[in-house]
Nanobody, 116 residues
């Protein structure tokens, strides 16, 4: 069974930083590009960032220049470094395969709250 476990969320002031982690089972991680997604209250889940197995990255326009996605293939872990956080970044953050997330892979996510 595929497992994706997100961690690293929390409460941070505007302008602050957080680093999210996603530990993935090897069966997914060695094959697929991995992505970060988020869902804010009352909104649909949206794409945030993607990193391929080779390390190429892409970002949503709203986070470009502030967020950095990376992966450690030896640890089957993907990261999301979030800097200069804004209140509108408040959401539950999830990882999943990219560019097409699999519905069976959604985990519990990790809550990020940006507030003063």
């Amino acid at each position: 069974q595929v497992q994706l476990v997100e961690s690293g969320g929390g409460l941070v002031q505007p302008g602050g930083s957080l680093r999210l982690s996603c530990a993935a089972s090897g069966s997914i991680f060695s094959i697929n590009a991995m992505g970060w997604y988020r869902q804010a209250p009352g909104k649909q889940r949206e794409f945030v960032a993607e990193v391929t197995r080779g390390g190429s990255t892409s970002y949503a326009d709203s986070v470009k220049g502030r967020f950095t996605v990376s992966r450690d293939n030896t640890k089957n872990t993907v990261y999301l470094q979030m800097n200069t956080l804004k209140p509108e970044d408040t959401a539950v953050y999830y990882c999943n395969t990219a560019p097409l997330p699999l519905s069976s892979n959604w985990g519990q996510g990790t809550q990020v709250t940006v507030s003063s």
